[in-house]
């Protein structure tokens, strides 16, 4: 099982933000936090990951809490394009699992 | 293009047909992974290789399912006497690192198997 509990879907208004919650309250201290998405008919595609440090890149911010029991994607203007499901994932002894994911709506 | 390709995008097969998917990675990349998705859920872990040793197999993974990695480059996925449960889309993704390096994945398109 996925060690991670997300939203199942959220909306988000075109060119606004989009933050995207997950819980990982199991995480161990070595544990990355990964952040992928899956456009529809497409693979998932990565976009960012971390360990405790907020990382940002072109494509997005993730702030991971202090305790680390949780994290959060930002998407700083989100557009049509985005309109995805995003899965927040920890490895599990080096495989990666997937649970349900959020599906973001962007709205127009 | 660099990227994880696989091979067919789609496939149409008859119920009791055996199939054969591949998967080219992306080179020097020493992971391979498979997963099964169905309509509305997420990637479900198949079985994954480090080169060509094959390290893990889920348990949903029935005996008619095979992998293998002979050169620790392509790998193919072959189901045998393909059922209608087996429809579903099949990705490949690929990582360069070991156990302890944190790396992501690079997926493929995926192969899109109707059973019929």
């Known amino acids: 099982d996925a060690k991670t509990t997300q939203p199942p879907s959220m909306d988000c208004a075109e060119g606004r933000a989009a933050n995207l919650p997950c819980n990982h309250s199991t995480i161990s201290g070595n544990e990355y936090v990964y952040w992928y998405r899956q456009i529809h008919s497409q693979g998932p595609q990565y976009i960012i990951h971390?360990?405790?440090n907020n990382e940002t890149n072109e494509m997005a911010s993730l702030i991971i809490t202090e305790d680390r029991k949780s994290s959060t994607l930002i998407l700083p203007h989100a557009t049509l394009r985005d309109t995805a499901v995003y899965y927040c994932i920890v490895y599990r002894d080096d495989k990666i699992i997937f649970g349900k994911g959020t599906r973001l709506h962007i709205l127009p | 293009d660099t990227g994880v390709s696989q091979d067919p995008r789609h496939k149409i097969t008859k119920r009791g047909q055996n199939v054969t998917f591949r998967c080219d990675p992306i080179s020097e990349h020493n992971r391979l992974y498979w997963y099964r998705q169905t309509l509305g859920q997420g990637p479900e872990f198949l079985t994954y290789f480090q080169n060509e040793a094959q390290l893990e197999k889920s348990r949903l993974l029935s005996d008619r399912f095979s992998a293998e990695r002979p050169k620790g480059s392509f790998s193919t996925l072959e189901i045998q006497r393909t059922e209608q449960g087996d429809s579903a889309m099949y990705l490949c993704a690929s990582r360069r690192g070991s156990w302890a390096d944190n790396t992501e994945a690079f997926f493929g398109q995926g192969t899109r198997l109707t059973v019929v």
């Open positions: 971390g360990l405790k």
